[in-house]
């Protein structure tokens, strides 16, 4: 039985950007049977949607059943992946991530950086570290579009302000030494990200002085500084920079 709260919500979500996971279904003689994604399906009639994109897949009376079974017993508190910490305080250690916990964190990252389909997310950690979840996860809830920069350009700020205006970048969760690179190199003398109007940092202290030249090159952007470690499903505190900054102060974590 599915929560009917949630169908309603989900429902929305689908009249407002579609189903962006198709159902999967089965030919049965020329009558197809829903394999998985019953959930969208309910609330897709919800929606008032009376197509709705579907893969054919080719599955066995045996599969078929073990799916229903797996769907049957699938709860938001199963874990979705296993991922290392940096092993900056010791021995890397594998923490799991139950699918709660990633929806949760994701949702309220959307909120607090007002992340839509239109936005342009520019990837800057490698996929397998804990802050590309924001990059792999938003497009897939809510249709935006990631951009995966290439790493060698984060060593050239000409080159990489130029890719990320050439794909629209408008938003980005980087650590904060991808943030001081630019910075110290002299970037915002030649050009600046014209299309970036929301940036969280994290991963270690922001210098105020760093963030400065940010504000001072991004004046309508909005700076959030993110705290948390990977148990924490990458963050559990943040705080939204109010102003600009002085070179002297000090960011809070936030709440």
Known sequence: ?????????????????????????????????????????????????????????????????????????????????????????????????????????????????????????????????????????????????????PKELFMSPERLFEYMNDKGVTAVGWSVSALTVPAALGAFECSVPQHLRKVCFSGSVMPCSCLRQWQLALPEARFVNQYGPTEATASCTYYVVPGLVEDTDVLPIGR
């Open 1 to 149: 039985r599915f929560d009917e709260a949630g169908l309603r919500e989900l429902a929305d979500s689908i009249a407002a950007y579609g189903i962006l996971q198709p159902l999967t279904v089965r030919d049965k003689g020329g009558v197809y049977e829903l394999v998985a994604g019953e959930r969208r399906l309910r609330a897709a009639r919800i929606a008032g949607l009376r197509e709705v994109p579907c893969l054919i897949a080719e599955v066995g009376e045996e599969d078929a059943a073990l799916l229903a079974d797996c769907r049957a017993r699938a709860r938001e508190l199963d874990p979705l992946y296993i991922i290392f910490t940096s092993g900056s305080t010791g021995t890397p250690k594998g923490v799991i991530t139950a699918q709660h916990s990633l929806m949760c964190y994701i949702e309220d990252y959307a909120g607090v950086m007002g992340i839509a389909r239109a936005d342009v997310l520019g990837n800057q950690s490698p996929l397998d570290y804990i802050a590309a979840v924001r990059d792999i996860y938003l497009p897939l809830r809510f249709g935006a579009t990631t951009a995966i920069i």
